[in-house]
């Protein structure tokens, strides 16, 4: 039992607002060419390979408290987790701040696959970054009743939009 529970909301609200603010202002800004001579086509890549490294975590990180119980273990895996998504969101944010917009050049059947994943996708990101936090904060309080009932929802969702990262950049690789 911890007996010096924190309070995480201030930083739970910041940081939702700040993270949403930032990735939706990129959306509406406009794309200067100062960096040009710059090569930001790996950054694609990156965020690909940091989404499939918390995809893994977050898997990992069920695994070790489902099946073995292990806390310890659960929030170093929960911890790589967040270490990853901040590194893709520093990588997401440079890029698009950056790179022009790559449009999707699929026809067919697999345009309005790819759209309602890459919807979805977004949709749930921005929900995503709240549980995330509420779901660790209650974690790192102890308040081990409150974790499970929002990880429930929070893993999940989680491991739906690392995946589906992965797969609006597989879809959309071609066209860079």
């Known amino acids: 039992m911890n007996t010096k529970e924190r309070n995480y909301t201030p930083v739970i609200v910041i940081l939702t607002i700040a993270i949403n603010a930032i ?3 990129l959306y509406f800004m406009p794309k200067g060419n100062s960096l040009s001579h710059v090569d930001l086509t790996f950054l694609p890549f990156f965020n690909a390979v940091m989404n499939s490294f918390t995809f893994v975590f977050l898997l990992a990180a069920l ?3 489902i099946k073995q119980r292990n806390i310890k273990r659960h929030r170093n895996y929960i911890f ?13 944010v440079t890029y698009h701040a950056l790179a022009p917009n790559t449009p999707f050049g699929g026809e067919g059947i697999i345009r309005p696959i790819y759209y309602f994943i890459l919807i979805s996708h977004i949709l749930l990101s921005v929900i995503i970054v709240p549980l995330a936090l ?8 102890m308040k081990v009743e409150k974790h499970k009932k929002i990880a429930r929802w929070t893993m999940p969702l989680w ?3 690392s995946l589906t990262g992965v797969i609006v950049y597989l879809m959309i690789s071609p066209y860079y």
Request: glycine share 4%; proline share 0%; net charge positive.
């Open 23 to 25: 990735v939706a202002v």
């Open 63 to 65: 695994f070790s408290i």
């Open 80 to 92: 790589a987790a967040f270490t990853t998504t901040a590194l893709f969101l520093v990588s997401y």
């Open 134 to 141: 509420i779901t660790l904060a209650r974690g790192l309080n």
């Open 159 to 161: 491991l739906y939009v």
